[in-house]
Every structure is written in structure tokens, then in C-alpha cells.
Nanobody
Framework: QVQLVESGGGLVQPGGSLRLSCEAS????????MRWYRQAPGKEREWVAT????????NYKDSVKGRFTISRDNAKNMVYLQMNSLKPEDTAVYYC????????????WGQGTQVTVSS
């Protein structure tokens, strides 16, 4: 059974930090590209960051560059999103997403974790 389970969300003040985690199971994690997406209330889900299967390459949405860092640990089947200098506009439900590096028809979503940035 494939599972992606996010954790680490919560309420944080502007300028603060959070580290999201996503634990994968039920598939060969090291052969999947991993992404983080987010969805704010009343808005469409948007891509935030990507890390390749080996972790050798990363990409970020322009608005989070320099503030967010995606990383992974293939030995632990984990992907992370370190979020620093958080802004109110980062408030959203954050989702972990897996897509096969060789077969892009293989795709899985996590259930999401809420991040709220507010004073």
C-alpha cells in the first residue's frame, strides 16, 4: 500500500521557520522524483519545490527561492522542506508528491499538512 505521510505543519509567526517531513512507504522511494505543492484557501494547488531521485538537483518556485530548501534521505524514505523567513502568504496546506523518475504515470499524493503564518 502506497503512503505519503506529511508532518511538521503548524502555526508560526512571520519570519519564523518550520520543517515539513514526508515519509514514504509502499514503493521504491529512491526511484521517484519528489515535489512539494501547496494550496491556499480559495486558490489552486501550486508547485513549490522539486528534488530529483538521487537528490542531485533541486528547483524552486521563485517566491520561495532562498527561503525554502528541499532535501531527501533515501535510506529513510523521507523528503523534507525546510521553510525559513516565513511570510503570511506562505499559509497553505502543503502536500508531498511522488512521481516516477522513469515512468511518470506513477504518481502519488500525500494527505497534506497545514501551515499557518500569522502573528
Amino acid at each position: 500500500q502506497v503512503q505519503l505521510v506529511e508532518s511538521g505543519g503548524g502555526l508560526v509567526q512571520p519570519g519564523g521557520s518550520l520543517r515539513l517531513s514526508c515519509e514514504a512507504s509502499g514503493f521504491t522511494f529512491s526511484t521517484y522524483t519528489m515535489r512539494w505543492y501547496r494550496q491556499a484557501p480559495g486558490k489552486e494547488r501550486e508547485w513549490v519545490a522539486t528534488i530529483t531521485s538521487t537528490g542531485s538537483n533541486t528547483n524552486y518556485k521563485d517566491s520561495v527561492k532562498g527561503r525554502f530548501t528541499i532535501s531527501r534521505d533515501n535510506a529513510k524514505n523521507m523528503v523534507y522542506l525546510q521553510m525559513n523567513s516565513l511570510k503570511p502568504e506562505d499559509t497553505a496546506v502543503y502536500y508531498c508528491y511522488a512521481v516516477g523518475a522513469s515512468d511518470r504515470t506513477l504518481r502519488y499524493w500525500g494527505q497534506g499538512t497545514q501551515v499557518t503564518v500569522s502573528s
